[in-house]
């Protein structure tokens, strides 16, 4: 049973540019939840999804940044024209049901913006 | 406004000895904690959970302790090993929200574990 799978693992943009992370959760997982930490902080809330739904995107930055999680295939956070600060680990976690079971995170993009 | 705070970036212990990671929060409405534990390059995997209906919850060699007046919550591990070395995060589902998978993360400690 494979765990949160998460790629690419290390990307590097240029300001400007278009970043685009994607997360397949755990098998029979359909809440899928985005984190981001900062270097040196704790990781932030983003965004929580379930299939073709946000349910929550209290964390997410107002401009460029967008999530979907579609009927079929994975989860993507998308950030258009990156900028240096954008430059963070991006973790996606799963969860059975929103109040069911572990959280389960994936190993994390790190995005670079040059 | 950092709800979940750990003040100590690092603690360095002797294997063998106990480890003591703490953890403070502001919001009074957290009513479930959780440890994750977190090696580099690697996302934080579940360590430890307690409710506020408890003081304490043990799983073998980790005790979290809950001190709801303080608003203190610490972690415990002992006998401390090698292997322990790594960053350790406390955090709180959304509180009084729709959803638990929201977590409030603390800062995080070091925590390195000398053989």
């Known amino acids: 049973n494979a765990g949160v799978m998460q790629n690419p693992r290390h990307l590097v943009r240029r300001r400007g540019q278009e970043a685009r992370l994607r997360c397949s959760p755990m098998?029979?997982?359909?809440?899928v939840y985005w984190y981001r930490q900062l270097p040196e902080e704790g990781l932030k809330f983003m965004v929580y999804?379930?299939?073709?739904?946000?349910?929550?995107e209290s964390g997410m930055p107002k401009e460029r940044f967008s999530a979907e999680f579609p009927k079929e295939g994975p989860s993507i956070l998308r950030i258009q024209q990156v900028v240096r600060g954008d430059s963070a680990a991006y973790f996606c976690a799963s969860r059975r049901g929103d109040n069911t079971g572990e959280l389960f995170f994936g190993e994390g993009s790190r995005l670079t913006v040059l | 406004d950092q709800q979940v705070k750990q003040n100590s970036p690092s603690l360095s212990v002797q294997e063998g000895r106990i480890s003591i990671l703490n953890c403070d929060y502001t919001n009074s409405m957290f009513d479930y904690f959780l440890w994750y534990k977190k090696y580099p390059a690697e996302g934080p995997t579940f360590l430890i959970s307690?409710?506020?209906?408890?003081d304490k919850n043990e799983d073998g060699r980790f005790t979290v302790f809950l001190n709801k007046s303080a608003k203190h919550l610490s972690l415990h591990i002992v006998p401390s090993q090698p292997g322990d070395s790594a960053v350790y995060f406390c955090?709180?589902?959304?509180?009084?929200?729709?959803?638990?998978?929201?977590?409030?993360f603390g800062q995080g400690t070091i925590l390195t574990v000398h053989p």
């Open positions: 307690i409710s506020s209906i408890k």
């Open positions: 098998k029979g997982h359909s809440h």
């Open positions: 955090a709180a589902p959304n509180a009084g929200g729709t959803s638990y998978g929201k977590l409030t």
């Open positions: 999804l379930q299939k073709e739904n946000i349910i929550d």
